[in-house]
């Protein structure tokens, strides 16, 4: 049985001493025994390792700052020795890593060949097929969301678009507002105007990265064919239009087979 683990899952699993306030500690204990016994073949999604592996202000102080000043080549964040260990422990543990074929946005923490996932169900170009087409298949989640806001910002913080507006008359290409995103994710950032306060903001910007990444980890886990997905996430807070809420999953289960459980369900599955 192959398992793919949620960002949430491979941290208590990896690590428990770090997370003491985990919602299901024994669950999350027999999950880890039957990785060892072999019983779970476990992955985890080369999203989990990318922005989901620094803080929410270092996505937009450090990472969106870098990216937004043009002044290449980018300096990459580092992650904090927390998570490298989380990582290096859940190797060690026998989890794989499945790609996330993003472009200029890889992961964050360098992995031994050996680590990476095989391409044992589809081949590697069916599993990037298929990884593209859940995507495609949900063009208003992840990081679509994250632009539309920065766009916004651009208009609320009266940004000069005015070296980009030659654009308008090109046929199908968008706006200077939706090319100048991250210049309004860093107005906001750096004086909150649409937000109440920086922290306003940065909750926000945080449940929308969330969203991306819940999205590349179930993209990651639909192109290799994976057996179930593993999170404690039910988006209970973030609303309907969620990709982890009860709707979203269940269409995502019809479409694509999507099979997405917690950690209890696993285990009730598993054992006889």
Known sequence: MKI????????PLACPDLYPTCPDLPSINALRNLILEGTINAYLSEASTSLEAISNDERVDFFIRQWASENYPITLPDPSSERKRVFAEALRL?????????IALGALITFPDESWAADCRFSQKERLDRYHSYIRSQPHTGVARIKE????LVTVHGLS???????????????????????GLLAEYDSPKKFPSKKKFLSEFRDLVAEWFDLDIQASHYGYGNDFLCTFDSAKNAGASAIMHANRKSGNTT???????SPKELINLVSP
């Open 4 to 11: 793919t683990l949620d960002t949430n899952v491979i941290g």
């Open 94 to 102: 026998g989890v794989k890593v499945l790609h996330a074929p993003r």
């Open 149 to 152: 806001l920065g766009a916004e």
């Open 161 to 183: 678009t005015d070296h980009l507006k030659h654009l308008s008359s090109l046929p199908s290409w968008p706006t200077a507002e939706q090319l100048m995103w991250m210049n």
């Open 255 to 261: 479409q694509f087979g999507i099979q997405i459980v």
